[in-house]
């Protein structure tokens, strides 16, 4: 794998929070590097309607998915097969606790691209809101 990637995050949220199903999609330029065992993402998100850039990070093991956003948005989210996390995420309007639990999770490297996918139950403040998927790909930019 290269150090320059293109990243493509897309998703699909069922529940109270998303009604019928709501898409989502990023597809960004990112830096990939491997170390101790872990794939890492570096990439950067723009808040919705501002210029704010948030620097983010995932890191893919097979057994373990996170995703780090800094900023205002300074949040650790963890995907671990089974398990429930939880994790306060700050946004602009205030801080909510998630909790997020994994139902299934997987990883395939190849030499020039990375596949990922989890499905996962999703809490804010302690309430069922949503399931959801989110499928990561990386391949070399």
Request: proline share 3%; with cysteine; aromatic share 10%.
């Amino acid at each position: 794998m290269k150090k320059q990637v293109i990243l493509s995050i897309s998703g699909l949220h069922f529940g109270e929070l998303a009604g019928d199903g709501e898409a989502i999609e990023v597809i960004t330029p990112a830096e990939y590097y491997f170390r101790r065992d872990k794939h890492y993402i570096l990439f950067e998100e723009f808040a919705p309607g501002t210029k704010e850039a948030i620097h983010s990070k995932l890191k893919l093991s097979p057994d373990k998915i996170e995703i780090i956003k800094g900023g205002h948005y300074n949040t650790r989210i963890v995907f671990e097969r089974e398990r429930m996390n939880m994790s306060h995420y700050n946004t602009p309007y205030g801080d909510l606790m998630i909790g997020t639990m994994t139902k299934q999770l997987s990883l395939q490297v190849e030499e020039e691209e990375i596949e990922a996918k989890v499905l996962y139950s999703l809490e804010i403040n302690d309430e069922w809101a949503a399931d959801c998927n989110v499928n990561i790909h990386v391949k070399n930019a």
